[in-house]
């Protein structure tokens, strides 16, 4: 088992920047792949973006790529997401979570664990 916590999420305006963090404990955190989901009302949960275990390989979806930064540090079984340029689309729920089975991906299915998510709300 691991248990996930994220924290980090706020009130901010269009334009500006928030880190999310995410802690794990109870599992090896080294050796997981992680990720943020995000989840807007009434919308199913959308793949953010994605670390590999040694944090040599990141994946992005279109819509935060070269806004958002995922990066760990493995020291501090700690991931984090950078965000910068926020827009109001960017409004949700953001969940952190770790993958047992080596390999990035964007299904959330494939994910083990999961934290219970930190709302970022962005105004216009």
């Known amino acids: 088992q691991a248990l996930l916590v994220e924290s980090g999420g706020g009130l901010v305006q269009a334009g500006d920047s928030l880190r999310l963090s995410c802690t794990v404990s109870g599992r090896t955190f080294s050796s997981v792949a992680m990720a943020w989901f995000r989840q807007a009302p009434g919308k199913e949960r959308d793949f953010v973006a994605a670390i590999t275990s040694g944090g040599g390989s990141t994946l992005y979806a279109d819509s935060v790529k070269g806004r958002f930064t995922i990066t760990r540090d493995n020291a501090k079984n700690a991931v984090y997401l950078e965000m910068n340029s926020l827009k109001p689309e960017d409004t949700a729920v953001y969940y952190c979570?770790?993958?047992?089975?080596?390999?990035?991906?964007?299904?959330?299915?494939?994910?083990?664990?999961w934290g219970q998510g930190t709302q970022v709300t962005v105004s216009s």
């Open positions: 979570a770790a993958k047992a089975v080596l390999g990035l991906t964007t299904n959330p299915r494939w994910y083990d664990y």
